[in-house]
């Protein structure tokens, strides 16, 4: 049950990322002028999409908060490094972010380090 729990953490937090920088990249860049940036806050504060990112990070703290009571931390904390893997390739499959030779070997030192990480419980 506890690595249904890190699932679960990976899951809402890789969701909420996603969802926060689709509906954000909706609305455009933040405006220079401080009551401009205000208004554009509240726009995106009030974008029920966005409200689902921010609620996908506080079910992500009640996934992590009960594989805490399964793991200890040292265990259980590389394995959101998944998470980093999941928003590359989901962000190039919807965002069309470019793929380049330092992301690529960045996951793999990723891979590497869950591996080496997973390996000491």
């Not at 009030?46 to 506080?58: C, I, K, Q, R």
Request: hydrophobic fraction near 60%; proline fraction near 3%.
């Amino acid at each position: 049950m506890g690595y249904l729990y890190i699932f679960g953490t990976i899951f809402f937090t890789v969701y909420g990322q996603l969802m926060l920088k689709w509906r954000i990249s909706k609305y455009g860049t933040l405006p220079a002028e401080l009551m401009d940036k205000v208004i554009f806050l509240l726009k995106l504060l009030l974008d029920p999409l966005v409200l689902s990112g921010f609620l996908s990070a506080f079910v992500a703290s009640m996934f992590w908060m009960a594989a805490m009571t399964k793991f200890d931390i040292s265990y259980a904390y590389p394995f959101m490094s998944l998470s980093f893997m999941l928003v590359f390739f989901l962000s190039i499959l919807l965002f069309n972010e470019p793929i380049t030779s330092y992301k690529i070997i960045g996951l793999i030192l990723i891979i590497a380090g869950i591996l080496v990480t997973s390996q000491s419980a």
